[in-house]
């Protein structure tokens, strides 16, 4: 199974490609790079086989596609459509999702939450919590029959210094690091401190009530471009995974192809 995965968030689109279920690359590229996107994508798609049975040298792949944002899903879409001469799937209309959801509100979960969910769930076959570190933070919950309970959104470390330094008249931007010590003692290694435990805490205490909620402590994956800084002072975390959301588009995938035969 061949599948160029694309995982179009709020700041980057991931671009994975598989070839018979492994992966090869994953590239983490600007949403508004359309030229890196365009050759990222043709390199991606010539490295697929042709399908032996096409007479119109058709290559044996597919492009999936899970988007939180409308208007680079639309350039992605342009992109393939123009320079490929194929078309994408995309999870939550071409394709289903993965798991069903106990939520008030379905269509208005990110697909790329659920997908890393059920990737997650797919390993750990019980209760797990996937927590995202992105331009957002998501903290969300699948319970021990694989269903999708919800979570918590938070910003992320780059939404809360630019917040600050936005709404304040002397706080600077300050680039979020792991401290040196749990105090700063200038103004940027204060904010710095108080961004990174503040995004440290919320996770644990967040976890803990979820335990407190099923009654035991679940399994926690950790997640997202910015998870990497913070994952050292998580010791209440069981996994660090990358690039979990691709992971998800590739197991989507699949669980659809299986269903329909």
């Given at each position: 199974m061949n599948?160029i995965?694309?995982?179009?968030g709020n700041?980057?689109?991931?671009i994975?490609?598989?070839?018979?279920?492994?992966?090869e690359f994953?590239?983490?590229?600007?949403?508004?790079?359309r030229?890196?996107?365009t050759?990222c994508?043709d390199?991606a798609?010539?490295?697929?086989p042709?399908?032996?049975?096409?007479?119109?040298?058709k290559?044996?792949g597919?492009?999936?596609?899970?988007?939180?944002k409308g208007?680079?899903t639309?350039?992605?879409?342009r992109?393939?459509?123009q320079?490929?001469?194929?078309?994408?799937?995309?999870?939550?209309?071409?394709?289903?999702?993965?798991m069903?959801?106990?939520?008030?509100?379905?269509?208005?979960?990110?697909?790329?939450?659920?997908?890393?969910?059920?990737?997650?769930?797919?390993?750990?076959?019980?209760?797990?919590?996937?927590?995202?570190?992105?331009?957002?933070?998501?903290?969300?919950?699948?319970?021990?029959?694989?269903?999708?309970?919800?979570?918590?959104?938070?910003?992320?470390?780059?939404?809360?210094a630019?917040?600050?330094?936005v709404?304040?008249?002397?706080?600077p931007?300050?680039?979020?690091?792991?401290?040196?010590?749990p105090?700063?003692?200038?103004?940027?290694?204060?904010i710095?401190?108080?961004?990174?435990?503040?995004?440290v805490?919320?996770l644990?205490?967040?976890?803990?009530?979820y335990?407190e909620?099923?009654g035991?402590?679940?399994?926690?994956?950790?997640?997202g471009?910015?998870a990497?800084?913070?994952?050292?002072?998580?010791?209440?975390?069981?996994?660090?995974?990358?690039?979990?959301?691709?992971?998800g588009i590739?197991?989507?995938?699949?669980?659809?192809?299986e269903?329909?035969?």
């Open positions: 599948i995965a694309i995982d179009v700041t980057n689109i991931t994975a490609l598989y070839l018979k279920g492994e992966e994953v590239k983490s590229i600007p949403g508004k790079s030229a890196k996107l050759e994508l390199s798609w010539q490295r697929i042709i399908a032996r049975s096409s007479k119109e040298k290559r044996d597919v492009i999936v596609v899970s988007s939180v208007a680079w639309e350039l992605i879409e992109i393939v459509k320079t490929l001469g194929e078309k994408i799937l995309l999870i939550g209309k071409n394709i289903p999702l993965p069903k959801l106990a939520v008030d509100e379905p269509g208005e979960v990110g697909t790329d939450r659920v997908i890393s969910a059920a990737a997650a769930y797919a390993v750990v076959e019980d209760a797990v919590v996937v927590a995202d570190f992105g331009t957002a933070v998501t903290i969300d919950l699948v319970d021990e029959k694989g269903i999708f309970l919800g979570g918590v959104i938070c910003p992320g470390l780059e939404i809360g630019r917040a600050l330094k709404n304040t008249s002397q706080l931007k300050v680039k979020i690091a792991r401290p040196k010590a105090y700063g003692k200038t103004t940027t290694e204060a710095n401190c108080g961004l990174y435990y503040s995004a805490g919320t644990q205490e967040v976890i803990r009530r335990a909620k099923i035991r402590w679940p399994q926690t994956i950790l997640t471009s910015a990497k800084i913070i994952k050292d002072d998580c010791d209440f975390i069981d996994s660090y995974v990358p690039n979990l959301v691709v992971k590739v197991l989507t995938y699949k669980k659809y192809i269903e329909k035969q």
